[in-house]
């Protein structure tokens, strides 16, 4: 167990609606970050929070947001969606001092029909 | 920009053998080199990571990796191969392009799968 929680497991949603997927990190991190991992994309970087604030981003759709509450959670935002943002996201998180290794969630499973 | 390259799709071993999953890395600057495991349906598992010191780096479940500066590589290995060792691998660089330090996402490479046969 790495400590980082994701909600839901699964979701399963049709074309043009909206979600919102939850992530809480390991006890203590600051960082937050967002990948999405699909079949034919690998693991793309979607963005990073640091103690509430964007600190990175990446090739995140700009029908995607994201933000980090003070008590350090974050909430990934999907709108308008298409059959192609199906795919697994996962949220990782990283403690400040740490060599850059991140700690993985186990993943939100969207399926857009 | 920082990038890496897993030359791989797939990896076959039978079990008790040796096991070497490629990657090779373009950086500027030291690099940070990452290995983690991927089970089905579940999340990334940090293996190990190569940040200075010495070459050969030892991780979780007997892996290890080695760094080679010249051929810019940070190849994994296991000695022996198990049936359970049978997942998707992947190689990261730490992105040290942004300079300040709460900012050092990783960049992934396309993963490798393991396929370890009894």
Redesign the interface.
């Known amino acids: 167990d790495?400590g980082?929680t994701q909600t839901p497991k699964h979701l399963i949603t049709a074309t043009g609606q909206r979600v919102t997927l939850r992530c809480s990190p390991r006890s203590g991190d600051?960082?937050v970050?967002w990948?999405q991992q699909s079949l034919d994309q690998?693991?793309q970087?979607l963005i990073?929070y640091?103690?509430g604030e964007e600190?990175?981003k990446?090739n995140i759709l700009e029908r995607f947001s994201a933000q980090q509450f003070p008590d350090l959670h974050s909430e990934l935002n999907l709108s308008s969606l298409e059959l192609g943002d199906s795919a697994l996201y996962?949220c990782?998180s990283?403690a400040?001092q740490g060599?850059?290794?991140?700690?993985?969630?186990?993943?939100s499973r969207l399926t857009v029909l | 920009a920082q990038s890496v390259a897993q030359p791989e799709d797939q990896v076959n071993v039978a079990e008790g053998n040796p096991l070497t999953v490629k990657c090779t890395y373009s950086v500027s600057g030291n690099p940070?080199l990452?290995w983690?495991v991927q089970y089905p349906n579940?999340?990334?598992?940090?293996l190990l990571?190569y940040?200075t010191g010495d070459n050969l780096v030892k991780g979780s479940y007997g892996f290890e990796a080695e760094f080679n500066k010249s051929q810019t590589s940070f190849h994994l290995k296991k000695p022996s191969a198990l049936v359970s060792d049978s997942a998707l691998y992947?190689c990261a660089v730490?992105?040290a392009s942004?300079r300040?330090?709460?900012?050092?996402?990783?960049?992934?490479?396309?993963?490798t799968r393991l396929l370890v046969r009894p």
């Open positions: 790495s980082v600051l960082s970050y990948y690998g693991l970087f990073q640091y103690n600190r990175a990446g996962f990782a990283s400040l060599a850059g290794e991140l700690f993985f969630g186990e993943g | 940070y990452f983690y579940r999340g990334l598992q940090f990571k940040i992947f730490r992105d942004n300040m330090d709460s900012s050092y996402k990783l960049i992934f490479g396309s993963g």
